[in-house]
Antibody, heavy 119, light 107 residues
Framework: EVQLVESGGDLVQPGGSLRLSCAAS????????MHWVRQAAGKGLEWVSS???????HYPGSVMGRFTISRENAKNSVYLQINSLRAEDTAVYYC?????????????WGEGTTVIVSS | DIQMTQSPSSLSASVGDRVTITCRAS??????LNWYQHEPGKAPKLLIY???ILQSGVPSRFSGSASGTDFTLTISSLQPEDFATYYC?????????FGQGTKLEIK
């Protein structure tokens, strides 16, 4: 079964750091681009990072410099390092697989991990 | 960056109704438009990609269409399991962007 499972979400103080993990199974992980998407309470989905199968990374301007996506193909895992956490980073963070040959669609998603930034 | 404007933001409908959700891109995105269904506490689910191609396993009551930079998601006959929030997303160019969502509620 193709599956993505996120972990690492926590209650963190403003200014702190956190590393989220996403474990993949059921497919050849190294062949796929991977993404992180977040949803704040009462808000919509927001794309926050991507990493290609070759390791190229992309971010929106709103998180550039604070978010770092990485992958470890040997462990079938993708990570999101978040530094200098702000209250507005409070959200559920989802990882998603991109099917590059099908219009860059996110065809598999995890159920998310919750990050709360509060003092 | 490309802005995706989705409407309506919420919609009340009954089982059996036909509903349409629209999404407009701020610039051309060809047909790089995807639709997702999201229920609270669950993983978002891909419904349609490339504006009109039904993802495997998705019921045929869901359909998508495109006209220029305007896109529509239609549910032909609402079922109880369809009450959720729907998002469009452009995957034409990074940063990929989503519409603000349409919450479909039971009337």
């Amino acid at each position: 079964e193709v599956q993505l499972v996120e972990s690492g979400g926590d209650l963190v103080q403003p200014g702190g750091s956190l590393r989220l993990s996403c474990a993949a199974s059921g497919f050849i992980f190294s062949s796929y681009d991977m993404h992180w998407v977040r949803q704040a309470a009462g808000k919509g989905l927001e794309w926050v990072s991507s990493i290609g199968s070759a390791g190229d990374t992309h971010y929106p301007g709103s998180v550039m410099g604070r978010f770092t996506i990485s992958r470890e193909n040997a462990k079938n895992s993708v990570y999101l390092q978040i530094n200098s956490l702000r209250a507005e980073d409070t959200a559920v963070y989802y990882c998603a697989r991109e099917v590059g040959l099908s219009y860059n669609t996110f065809d598999v998603w995890g159920e998310g991990t919750t990050v709360i930034v509060s003092s | 960056d490309i802005q995706m404007t989705q409407s309506p933001s919420s919609l009340s409908a009954s089982v059996g109704d036909r509903v349409t959700i629209t999404c407009r891109a701020s610039q051309t995105i060809s047909t790089y438009l995807n639709w997702y269904q999201h229920e609270p506490g669950k993983a978002p689910k891909l419904l349609i990609y490339a504006s009109s191609i039904l993802q495997s396993g998705v019921p045929s009551r869901f359909s998508g269409s495109a006209s220029g930079t305007d896109f529509t998601l239609t549910i032909s006959s609402l079922q109880p399991e369809d009450f959720a929030t729907y998002y469009c997303q452009q995957s034409y160019i990074i940063p990929y962007s989503f519409g603000q969502g349409t919450k479909l509620e039971i009337k």
